[in-house]
């Protein structure tokens, strides 16, 4: 591609200044504009893929602990650890099995609604879609995973010793031991018990993988919060994608602004700040790169990645796409240069520069031109190949200005009157173009918050994700909502027992209450800082595919009532089963014993 610009190059009038528009690049600007998209659905599906884990390990851990009592039978019976897991596990592998068929079904039948965004308007077979491999890999996670799962947990209960009556007895927890040493009441004690410590016999509770259920499920819905506010935050504050000013004044034309406007910004009360930034393109290492050109130690830039901004007229600040592109990284020197020898003094050779910084380019430049975007482009000094600057400027002064000036208003100015403030100087500008002969066609106007493709599609997506993401939430509640639910009916029989030890049925309540919330809390303390870490570790990752900053954020106040709806979650989960073996008859749960 670079030799096929030289030679067109060549071929031009001499003194022309050009720039190009490649098919490929705009090819490459399709495929960025829908890989946030892509990646935040693959997140999602990651997310996913551990609730369905999750659920599906709480279902087998339950049916593996229902039988407990036969398999300790066939224990005793001399049946060998083998053989034991055999008959506990071929039942719930086949039933796996056929799950994971149906899961693929019923992903097959949803799949015509799945696309979402710009392209579901140019997708030429919106119907059904049998993706195989997608399909196939959700089939191996299920069914590899989930086996293992069951294979694991069924060897490990086939090969423990039951224990004795005395062995069981004596084993307790710590903190309900701490919890009896400082006084809590005995419904307190009993329902920390019922949380804590499994029991023995057939009424013995899986607590281990309620308490790690309860951690998990807080986990992912903590993760799938701190990653959708952290893309909520990313579209909502554009200097994370480069804009990192309030607004630009530029020509309609791709024209300069006069100097006219810079001295007006000089004086306005409400500007903090502004520069100005020239468009075009040149070669970097035989590659056209989209560029801004400015001046070292400017007061505005793009948002910095790595590294910092210019404070030379050789230096180069370059987007990630184009840095990757280019096989360099930051300390690293560059040949640039534009134009061939014969168009002199349209012309700058080979010359060396350092890549001194990354950062997060704007959407900004001329209509209809390669013109920069988050990843991709550089940033250099107008002045640095000072020939070239000079051929290129205008005689004509008002004509001698940047292509476009930004602006950072005062922190507490509204945005309306900074806006009023600028039309204002826009105004000023026009009138200066307008009574110039050499620039009767221009003038000048503010535009507000130019978004790049990436973040126009992801808004395109509406409220899909938030859909996504609820449906994950109440898969992942019910599933800690049915292992709560049948840890407490497990202890049927021991409420019972306490009913005749003089329990009334609030105490009975109480026990069951503490029971679940312990559960509960367990899970928040556990599940939200590493669901924090993990929502954190993901968003960076994607900041970092899209080429934006990666500024996670935690949702402090979302996570809170998360917290609090855990513990009233499990309370009312537990409540129904509680009630019931509150209300049932001692004699018939004890007629067996």
Do not use: C
């Not at 490649?22 to 998209?37: I, N």
């Not at 004795?164 to 004596?170: F, I």
């Not at 019972?496 to 029971?515: D, I, P």
């Amino acid at each position: 591609m670079a030799k096929v610009e030289r030679e067109i190059v060549r071929a031009l009038p001499k003194g022309t200044v050009y720039a190009f528009h490649v098919t490929s690049v705009v090819s490459d600007q399709v495929e960025r504009a829908s890989k946030p998209e892509a990646l935040a659905l693959g997140v999602f599906g990651l997310i996913a893929s551990l609730a369905a884990l999750l659920i599906g390990g709480l279902s087998i851990t339950r049916r593996l602990w229902s039988e407990s009592n036969d398999l300790d039978v066939l224990r005793a019976l001399g049946a060998s650890s083998s053989s034991v897991t055999v008959v506990a596990t071929l039942g719930l592998l086949g039933s796996l099995f056929l799950g994971s068929i149906v899961a693929g079904g019923v992903a097959a039948l949803l799949s015509p609604l799945t696309l979402i965004g710009p392209v579901r308007q140019i997708e030429p077979s919106p119907g059904f879609n049998l993706d195989w491999t997608v399909l196939g890999i959700g089939f191996a996670v299920l069914v590899l995973g989930l086996g293992a799962m069951t294979l694991t947990l069924a060897y490990r209960r086939a090969r423990r010793r039951p224990l004795s009556g005395q062995e069981a007895l004596e084993r307790g927890s710590a903190l309900v031991n701490a919890a009896a040493r400082i006084g809590l009441s005995i419904p307190a004690l009993v329902g920390l018990r019922f949380a804590l410590q499994r029991g023995r016999g057939r009424t013995a509770v899986p607590v281990r993988s309620v308490l790690v259920g309860s951690a998990m499920a807080v986990l992912v819905v903590t993760a799938t919060l701190t990653f959708g506010s952290s893309l909520r935050n990313l579209d909502s504050h554009p200097a994370l994608y480069g804009w990192n000013w309030n607004y630009a004044i530029s020509t309609d034309a791709g024209g300069s602004v006069p100097p006219i406007a810079g001295r007006l910004l000089n004086h306005d009360p409400d500007v903090a700040s502004w520069t100005g930034f020239s468009f075009g393109d040149i070669e970097i290492n035989g590659l056209t790169v989209p560029t801004l050109s400015g001046t070292p130690h400017a007061a505005l830039s793009p948002t910095i990645l790595s590294g910092h901004a210019l404070d030379g007229p050789n230096q180069l600040v370059v987007g990630a796409a184009t840095l990757a592109a280019l096989h360099k990284k930051v300390g690293d020197t560059v040949s640039i240069s534009y134009g061939s020898p014969r168009d002199a003094p349209i012309y700058v050779a080979p010359t060396p520069l350092v890549i001194v910084g990354t950062a997060t380019f704007p959407a900004i430049g001329t209509s209809g031109t390669f013109h920069t975007s988050m990843g991709e482009g550089v940033l250099f000094d107008t002045n640095f190949a000072p020939a070239f600057t000079k051929a290129t400027n205008s005689p004509d002064p008002n004509l001698d200005g940047p292509a476009v000036d930004v602006v950072r208003f005062k922190r507490g100015v509204p945005l309306a009157t900074g806006l009023a403030s600028l039309q204002r100087i826009s105004e000023a500008s026009n009138k200066v173009l307008k009574a110039d002969p050499n620039a009767a066609s221009d003038s000048t106007s503010v535009e507000g918050l130019q978004r790049p493709a990436e973040i126009v599609a992801y808004q395109s997506t509406g409220a899909t994700p938030a859909v996504l993401a609820l449906g994950l939430v109440v898969g992942v509640v019910a599933a800690l909502g049915l292992a709560l639910a049948s840890s407490v009916r497990r202890r049927r029989r021991e409420l019972a027992l306490l009913k005749t030890f003089g329990f009334t049925r609030r105490q009975l309540a109480s026990a069951v209450a503490w029971q679940s919330s312990m559960s509960a809390l367990v899970g928040v303390i556990f599940g939200v800082p590493l669901g924090i870490v993990l929502g954190r570790w993901l968003w960076i990752l994607f900041g970092r595919e899209i080429y934006a900053v990666p500024e996670p954020t935690v949702p402090l106040l979302q996570l809170v009532y998360i917290a609090l709806g855990a513990l009233v979650l499990a309370n009312l989960v537990a409540a129904v089963p509680g009630r019931i073996a509150a209300r049932t008859s001692t004699a018939i749960v004890l007629h067996a014993e």
